[in-house]
């Protein structure tokens, strides 16, 4: 059973890439004192991400079959996962926290914690086109893994309909994601 979004303590951010995620999850963390995970990927890191830090391929596979990185998945052309403290730490929800996951990562995480509140951060087709576009980074340039990420992006959008809370993706989004947690 979920719990009210008053008591609601983290922000499992969720959305199409250019969505928004990394602008909402860097403004909690820098002006509202969220934390965040640690993300570890294989991907090139953008100079915003918040708390993202990259890893060979080789060093990711063998920290996860040490059990030092948790719930891995491949998005578009990367792999990607928490270290096992910082995913216990969200997981007990007693702090104000913001993580960026995929739909099913998101909805599996909510269903353990109540606590951690699923939110689709919406943004029309053209401002995730243009944002895409103007980021110019790696991820993005590189037409197989842009076309690999498109894919599953399609793919999560079927997950939307199971996401009760959607935000649009601007400058009042993240006052409406505190309003969602109960917080002024």
Same mark, same amino acid.
């Given at each position: 059973?979920?719990?009210? *979004?008053?008591?609601? #303590?983290?922000?499992?951010? !969720?959305?199409?890439?250019?969505?928004?995620?990394? &602008?909402?999850?860097?403004?909690?963390?820098?002006?509202?004192?969220? &934390?965040?995970?640690?993300?570890?990927? #294989?991907?090139?890191?953008?100079?915003?991400?918040?708390?993202?830090?990259?890893?060979?391929?080789?060093?990711?596979? $063998?920290?996860?079959?040490?059990?030092d990185l948790i719930?891995?998945?491949?998005?578009?052309?990367? &792999?990607h996962s928490w270290?096992?403290?910082?995913?216990?730490? %969200?997981?007990?929800?007693?702090? @104000?926290?913001?993580?960026?996951?995929?739909? /099913?990562?998101? %909805?599996?995480?909510?269903?353990?914690?109540?606590?951690?509140?699923?939110? &689709? %951060?919406?943004? @029309?087709?053209? !401002?995730? #086109?243009?944002?895409?576009? $103007?980021?110019?980074?790696?991820?993005?340039?590189?037409?197989?893994?842009?076309?690999?990420?498109?894919?599953?992006?399609?793919?999560?959008?079927? /997950?939307?309909?199971?996401?009760?809370?959607?935000?649009?993706?601007?400058?009042?989004?993240?006052? *409406?994601? %505190?309003?969602?947690?109960?917080? @002024?």
């Amino acid at each position: 059973m979920r719990a009210s *979004r008053s008591s609601a #303590t983290g922000a499992l951010l !969720v959305g199409r890439s250019g969505s928004g995620k990394t &602008w909402v999850q860097r403004r909690l963390v820098e002006e509202h004192g969220f &934390w965040s995970p640690l993300h570890v990927t #294989t991907r090139s890191v953008d100079e915003g991400d918040v708390a993202t830090v990259h890893v060979a391929p080789d060093e990711f596979f $063998a920290a996860v079959s040490a059990g030092d990185l948790i719930a891995p998945m491949l998005f578009g052309a990367s &792999w990607h996962s928490w270290p096992g403290p910082d995913f216990e730490r %969200l997981c007990r929800a007693d702090e @104000p926290s913001v993580a960026i996951c995929r739909p /099913y990562e998101a %909805l599996l995480l909510s269903a353990v914690q109540p606590r951690l509140l699923p939110v &689709w %951060l919406a943004a @029309p087709a053209a !401002v995730v #086109t243009g944002r895409l576009s $103007a980021r110019a980074e790696p991820r993005d340039l590189d037409a197989a893994e842009a076309a690999a990420r498109r894919t599953h992006d399609d793919e999560d959008e079927r /997950y939307r309909p199971l996401l009760a809370d959607v935000v649009a993706s601007g400058d009042d989004a993240v006052v *409406r994601i %505190l309003r969602l947690l109960g917080r @002024p």
